[in-house]
């Protein structure tokens, strides 16, 4: 969701103001020098709140909108400021507060119904939300921002035909609007409709969003358009999260098989380089930070499915694409109690900056208790948090009643996290790159989808995933966000897993070495006895 930024007032609406870095050391000066002189020019203080906000001193600009609105009560414009302001810092309440006061000052202006709209949308009232955002196109029915805010919501509510005309209409009054074309693009992709999303996709990189998550290689050497790579040398740039590494790594094989390219270096975040040096197609991977080798051209990773012209039918999908050094697999073999229970790895929680993460992830480890009741069972933690996150100390001091044992400490990067995975017959997590990891090795696992932000690549209404198929099971939450339902779901699932995964033990021993080597292999593909 977008506000519009702020700016003086006009009659009209409230365009966009930029802030040069030289220009906010003058103005900052101009303004305080003007201040001195005039303490009450309400207009100049929310001025010199615009331009702290624009450098990110946000402390100081809240101060100055307040001082503004104390000497003009119905300053509309220092109210959506400060509004605009709060809910971006999570202060939602003050801030919804804020917007209504501004929107009962100006009732005509639709930037700040628009804005009302989003803050209302974060608050998860959805009603408020589209009553204000259509407030404001009523008002101004070009209105573009409120306009794709509004497929935003109707996307969250799962009204997909009604969010697909929101953000065909913004892109037939703006073609290149790029946050609509971003969000289009993830409402195909989240609908199965691959060859439609991947192009939009490309917005994702556009340096005009609201919140840019991907930027370009620091590199002179041309962007590959998709035409032949032979006898060239392919540098291919990370993005995103490391779950994005791992899912779109699968393409690197395909594009070497397809376009005959020379040579293919891979740049990725540190924690999976280790991991995805060992992927067959790469000559070079290199983590973020390193000298860039010299090459012809490059392309991003996630562009890799749409300059492939991936869809559904044709998604290379062969598990697994990632293996660990035996070596490593014997190190944790040992590390790891021998044992006829059951193993379980379980990941509930994700990183903190994750934009979503306060929907994806539980918010204790207390709410798995249900459980701890399946007999039979080890539980291991693969989470690996900063120290000082709740995660980790819930983890690192489980209480008596919940028998957890924590790796994290021991795992130094993805690589030791899949080699566990391949000594466990389960993994249980939220959604996080794990999942990707246990995708990629074709080892069992289910994961825990929030309703609210529930990501594109798990589809609609799918309960296992065409990425990784036969080891995947999907567990959704409604729509009143409650974790104890998909819970109580998961642990009754748990307990029939269990009582077939012993039972295919007995019979496998039973067997033949050699048959017994066979079986086991695909009992290892098996989460459950559907």
Known sequence: MSSTAESAPLPESLPDQTVTAGASVAG????????AEHPEDADALNNLGNLLKAQGRLPQAEVCYRQAIALRPAFAIALNNLGNLLRQTGRLTEGIASLRTAADAWPTQADIQSNLGVALHDARDYAGAEA????ALARQPKHIEALNNLGNLLKEQRRPQAALAAYRQVLRWQPDHPDARWNLALLHLQRGDYALGWPLYEARHDPRRQTTEVFLPPVQTPAWQGESLAGRHLLIWH???MGDEIQFARFIPHLRARHGVDRITLICKPPVQRLLARLPGVDACLPLGAPLPAHDCWTLLGSLPGKLDCTLGNLPNQLPYLDTPAELRRTWQQRLPASKRLRVGLVWSGSRWHKNDRHRSLADLAQLAPLWQIPDIDFYCLQKQAPDDPAEQQAANPPPAQPLTHLGPDIHDFLDSAAILQQLD???SVD??????AGALARPCWVMLPWHG????WL???????????CLRLFRQGPNDDWAAVITRLTAALGRWRTHRLGMRQRIATLSPENRDA???AVNRLADEK
């Open 519 to 521: 079986l086991n292999a």
């Open 132 to 135: 204000a955002l259509r407030a």
């Open 426 to 428: 389960l993994l249980i």
């Open 239 to 241: 993005e995103q999260g």
């Open 432 to 437: 996080t790159a794990i999942v990707h990891l």
């Open 454 to 457: 529930c990501d594109w690549r």
């Open 28 to 35: 900052e000066a101009a303004l305080r020098a003007h201040l």
């Open 460 to 470: 609609e209404h799918a309960e296992d995933s065409p990425w990784y198929p036969d």
